[in-house]
């Protein structure tokens, strides 16, 4: 969420990838597992806080946790290039592959996961497959970085994917709670479910922060240039992001506390499928682009978008479309507590397949290739 990463990463690869995190990003599990502690404990001391969130609603939204969605959307997609999202398609083996990895396969492979694991839990499992429709825009930036990865091509593959979420989402959402589950002779999601709930959805808890990023990184380039934007800006901004993710799984867990605390079987069966898919979708996407020949750089960045998904979006949706207190909504909580420390380290499996398969490639920093 915070974006301060060290610019020597490159330069100094050789430092450990924890060390070279913020502290913010550094122990984000723990803030993570701090906020759903004290959301416990205020669901059990505050009698009536569902009543209270509930007394101003956007949408079916209450207020509070729809400014802590907003929240923790708007500094990930302020830090989005969009004046590059051209740049990307002169590479066109590595775009087809992002988009197949992550608008075919990656939600399909989360379908299947959820199915086979999650057969007996439908709302954990939609959830599931709202996760896998959730493409990462935001802290694979910074797993690009420390993985020596190519900046440009993840700034624009996320570029993309941000604007592709608005587009396809909603259609995804459908074809794989409803359409699919029915060619198969599975059970749909409920008739309550909408996919127009998933569209609007979508476009407050998408589409307002990605126009207000977008206009945040065009004015202020324009006012005092990248550098400064980059340098001194977003640093700043950064954190909002992380306090809007804990804000609302604190709010989160206020209200689910006693499903939390009666099932905890059932928060481990969520992390199953997730650890099954960021292990699959990375190892196979990181074969295919030795596969393609893309390079160390490009190789890790498209395993890394591939891997990530933007939790954010996804708990928002799931908020938005069944409810705070949802089954669907707790899949997307418990994501983002599994993926930090798996991402990490992915970061140290990149590191090490750079040195071990990719001898001589002049996109592997010195510092990667002596380091030990």
């Known amino acids: 969420m915070s974006d301060t990463v060290h610019e020597t990463a490159r330069a100094g690869a050789e430092a450990p990838v924890l060390a070279r995190l913020s502290t913010l990003d550094r122990f984000l599990p723990v803030w993570i597992i701090a906020a759903m502690a004290l959301g416990l404990g205020l669901g ?4 009536g806080l569902d009543d209270a969130l509930d007394a101003v609603t956007v949408g079916d939204v209450s207020l509070p946790i729809a400014i802590g969605l907003l929240l923790m959307m708007y500094p990930v ?3 989005v290039r969009y004046s590059e999202l051209d740049r990307v398609t002169g590479d066109r083996k590595l775009l087809g592959a992002s988009l197949v990895l ?7 492979l ?3 996961l959820a199915w086979l694991l999650l057969p007996d839990l439908p709302e954990y499992r939609t959830g599931l497959i709202i996760v896998g429709l959730a493409r990462c825009i935001a802290m694979v930036l910074i797993w690009n970085d420390l993985s020596c990865g190519d900046r440009e091509a993840g700034a624009v593959l996320v570029a993309i994917n941000s604007v592709f979420q608005i587009v396809a989402f909603a259609v995804l959402g459908w074809f794989y ?8 002779g599975l059970s749909t999601t409920s008739a309550e479910f909408s996919v127009w709930a998933i569209v609007l959805s979508v476009l407050v808890f998408l589409g307002i922060p990605l126009l207000a990023g977008f206009l945040t990184r065009t004015f202020g380039e324009r006012a005092k240039g990248r550098d400064w934007y980059e340098s001194t800006l977003l640093p700043k901004i950064g954190p909002i992001a992380l306090y809007g993710l804990l804000f609302t799984i604190v709010m989160l867990f206020a209200l689910q506390g006693d499903a939390i605390t009666s099932q905890p079987w059932d928060v481990a069966r969520i992390a199953l499928p997730l650890l099954a898919y960021f292990a699959l979708m990375f190892g196979g996407s990181f074969l295919l ?3 393609l020949g893309l390079g160390y750089a490009k190789t890790a960045t498209l395993a890394l978008t591939a891997a990530g998904n933007n939790f954010e979006l996804a708990i928002a949706v799931a908020i938005g479309t069944f409810g705070v207190t949802s089954g669907q909504a707790l899949a997307g909580v418990v994501g983002p507590l599994i993926e930090v420390p798996v991402l990490v380290g992915l970061v140290y499996v990149s590191l090490w397949a750079a040195r071990r398969w990719f001898p001589g490639d002049p996109t592997v920093p010195d510092a990667v290739r002596s380091a030990r």
Do not use: C, E, S, T
Not at 102 to 108: K, V
Not at 177 to 184: C, D, E, F
């Open 77 to 79: 997609l302020a830090k």
């Open 102 to 108: 992550n608008w075919l396969l990656g939600p399909a």
């Open 44 to 47: 059990r001391l505050i009698p």
């Open 289 to 291: 682009g030795m596969r």
């Open 177 to 184: 709670l409803q359409v699919l589950p029915g060619w198969l």
């Open 110 to 112: 989360m379908f299947a």
